[in-house]
C-alpha cells in the first residue's frame, strides 16, 4: 500500500479489489485500487465517489455503479463487499458507512451474481426482471374517483403489521444476490404478503401468485430449498416466512384451477 499523510488519525488507507468489466460479453476481472485518507463517517458509495475522482484526475475510466436516493429507500445501489450483500451491515450499501472497516483492510467489490440480473457494466446489473414480476402481479385494480371512508374497510391490527412490514421490501436484491439458487422468492414472497394481507388486495389474490410465479421462473430465478441466506441479507428484515405465504396462497390458487 502507497504511504499516506492523513488528515485525520482516525482516517483509513484501504486496498480495494473492484470487478471492471467493459459490457455484458467483456469476460471481466477483478482490479486493484487504494486509496487514501478516507474519513470513518463516509459513506460506502462516497468512498467510491472519491475513487472515481482519482480515476477522472488520472484520465481512466471511472468506475460504474447503481445509485439513486442514497438513503436506503429506492434499492439501486446493492453491492457485494466482501462476500456480503450490501457489506458487513444489515443495511444498504449506500446507508453504509465506512466505520464498519478498519485501517489497512483488504474490500473486494463485485456486482449481484445472478443470470436474472445480467451485468450491463462493472458493478450494474439490470434488474428489470424485478419490474417485470411486478408488472406480472403485484398491484391492485381499483376505480378512480373521491377517496373512500377511511373506516369502510378495517384491517386487523395484526395484518396491517404485516402488511406494512412486507411493504418495507425496497426490490434491492440482495435477497437474489445471497441465495445459493439466486431465487427471487423472499422478494416475490414480500410483496403478495403485503397484498394478500389488505382487504384492497383481494380481489386479485390467487390470480397474482400464479401470475408471478410463473413470471419469476420465465426470468430464471432459481427455485427456494430453504437455506434463509435471503431474510439474513435483506436491508430492510423481510422475514422468511413470507416464502410460506407465497408457496400457501400458490398452492390455493392452484386447488381452484389458477
Ligand atoms: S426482500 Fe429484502 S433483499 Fe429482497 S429485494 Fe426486498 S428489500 Fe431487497
Ligand atoms: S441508493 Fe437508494 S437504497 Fe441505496
Known amino acids: 500500500m502507497a504511504t499516506s499523510t492523513k488528515s485525520d488519525p482516525k482516517n483509513m488507507d484501504l486496498t480495494l479489489r473492484i ?16 486509496v487514501s485518507d478516507i474519513s ?10 472519491v475513487l472515481n475522482e482519482q480515476l477522472n484526475a488520472k484520465g481512466e475510466e471511472p468506475i460504474a455503479f447503481d445509485s439513486d436516493c442514497r438513503e436506503g429507500i429506492c434499492g439501486m445501489c446493492g453491492l457485494m463487499i466482501s ?18 472497516f478498519k485501517d489497512g483492510d483488504t ?7 445472478a443470470d436474472a440480473f445480467p451485468i450491463i457494466k462493472d458493478l450494474v446489473v439490470d434488474r428489470s426482471s424485478f419490474d417485470r414480476i411486478i408488472q406480472a402481479g403485484g398491484f391492485i385494480s381499483v376505480n378512480t374517483g373521491s377517496a373512500p371512508e377511511a373506516n369502510a374497510a378495517p384491517v ?27 431465487s427471487a422468492m423472499l422478494f416475490m414472497g414480500a ?3 403485503h397484498l394478500g394481507e389488505l382487504p384492497q388486495g383481494q380481489p386479485e389474490r390467487w390470480a397474482r401468485v400464479v401470475s408471478m410465479v410463473s413470471q419469476h421462473d420465465h426470468e430464471g430465478f432459481g427455485g427456494c430449498t430453504n437455506t ?23 398452492r390455493t390458487a392452484m386447488r381452484q384451477g389458477g
Open 191 to 193: 410483496k403478495v404478503t
Open 83 to 100: 462476500g456480503h450483500a450490501h457489506g458487513p451491515e444489515k443495511t444498504t450499501t449506500c446507508q453504509l458507512h465506512m466505520r464498519s
Open 19 to 34: 470487478w471492471r468489466q467493459d459490457g455484458p460479453s467483456d469476460r471481466g476481472h477483478l482490479q486493484t485500487y487504494e
Open 156 to 182: 386487523p391490527k395484526q395484518k396491517a403489521d404485516r402488511a406494512f412490514q412486507s411493504a418495507e421490501c425496497i426490490g434491492c436484491g440482495a435477497c437474489v444476490a445471497a441465495c445459493p439458487n439466486a
Open 107 to 113: 474490500i473486494t467489490v463485485e456486482p449481484w451474481r
Open 40 to 49: 470513518p463517517d463516509m459513506s460506502f458509495l462516497e468512498m467510491l465517489d
Open 228 to 250: 434463509g441466506a435471503c431474510s439474513v441479507a435483506c436491508p430492510k428484515g423481510i422475514p422468511q416466512d413470507v416464502i410460506s405465504t407465497l408457496n400457501k396462497d400458490l
